[in-house]
């Protein structure tokens, strides 16, 4: 009897083993599944930003997100239901993430060609890289493999998403609780080399009357589109020259005290990241492998794998 229940242990710890193995994330998991899924997630995505180009931004964001908010598990992208409480509507969200629709494309497409098999939260990974490289960005090898979450958190998203008057040493927290250093922060931050913020985030900054570490000439143009009182939701762009280009521009308003929000200046404001920023303001094919990397990092979140989650059919509901 003794020598069975060994053997029963044996085979349980073989069993865990081998599941634990399994579910890792690896650039080939749809192989053999769903061998066009990348040149379909390809196509659909770059379609949809050549029809905006502004997209590629928001993608960007949409992925950043969803990983910050309980793992990378396409919980974002969760209509509300009587089940679920979104976190589309959650603060951080319901006024700017946007790009809803193209990842619903995309895995419309998917569906097509191989039901059930490739996850949300993958079209969400890939999209990101994609609109990254359709703008002159890097590109980067996204691990797959992820599952969809079957609940949305939206009181996650009010405390983990970083805010945009936040201080560097809170973003460096927010960072850090993600397992995130502080050069990831600074590359990840660059993705604001592209995009644009509405009025009420950046009007305290403009209007600070020389509280605010400010270009002058700077604050004066951005007050054109933003005005003191009223116009929360105009837009201006967060690089000023090239804002649909992915480029070290918003490195070097950085170094200009021209950074649009309070959480993009204090990135360089004499903390402990100046030298990252002014590093990247030098070299834009040191910011390019450094966003990559981070990207890549940042999408080893807390992803669902194996046997939990779902593969949801609709990026909107679950099953």
């Keep these: 009897m003794a ?21 890792q994330l690896t650039t080939n998991f749809y192989a053999s599944s769903c061998p066009n899924a990348l040149s379909t997630i390809r196509t659909s995505i770059r379609t949809g930003i050549a029809r905006e180009r502004r997209m590629a931004a928001s993608l960007l964001r949409l992925h950043f ?29 319901d006024k700017s993430a946007r790009g809803y629709q193209l990842i619903d494309a995309a895995k419309a497409q998917l569906e097509r060609i191989c039901p059930g098999v490739v996850s949300c939260a993958d079209v969400l990974a890939v999209a990101a890289k994609e609109a990254s490289a359709y703008v002159g960005g890097p590109a980067w090898d996204v691990k797959l493999g992820r599952r969809d979450s079957t609940a949305a958190f939206p009181d996650v998203a009010l405390t983990d998403l970083p805010f945009f008057k936040a201080d560097l040493q809170t973003l460096i927290d927010n960072f850090g609780a993600k397992g995130l250093s502080p050069r990831d922060m600074v590359a990840l931050s660059g993705a604001h080399t592209l995009g644009q913020a509405q009025c009420f985030t950046f009007r305290d900054r403009i209007y600070s009357n020389g509280t605010e570490d400010i270009d002058a000439g700077f604050a004066s143009t951005r007050r054109r589109r933003c005005p003191a009182v009223g116009g929360d939701d105009a837009l201006a762009p967060l690089d000023l020259v090239t804002p649909n280009s992915f480029d070290n521009n918003y490195f070097r308003d950085l170094v200009q005290r021209k950074g649009l929000l309070v959480s993009d200046q204090v990135l360089y404001s004499g903390g402990s990241t100046n030298s990252i920023v002014e590093e990247y303001s030098r070299s834009p094919s040191r910011f390019s492998a450094d966003f990559a990397a981070a990207m890549v990092r940042m999408g080893d979140i807390q992803p669902l794998m194996g046997s939990a989650g779902q593969i949801r059919r609709i990026c909107g509901a679950v099953n």
């Design 3 to 23: 020598t069975f229940h060994y053997f029963l242990l044996l085979l349980l710890i073989s069993s865990v083993a081998v599941n634990h193995t399994q579910a």
């Design 65 to 93: 997100h969803d990983c910050f908010v309980q793992g990378c598990d396409a919980s974002i992208l969760l209509d509300q239901s009587p089940t679920i409480t979104t976190e589309k509507t959650a603060p951080p969200n």
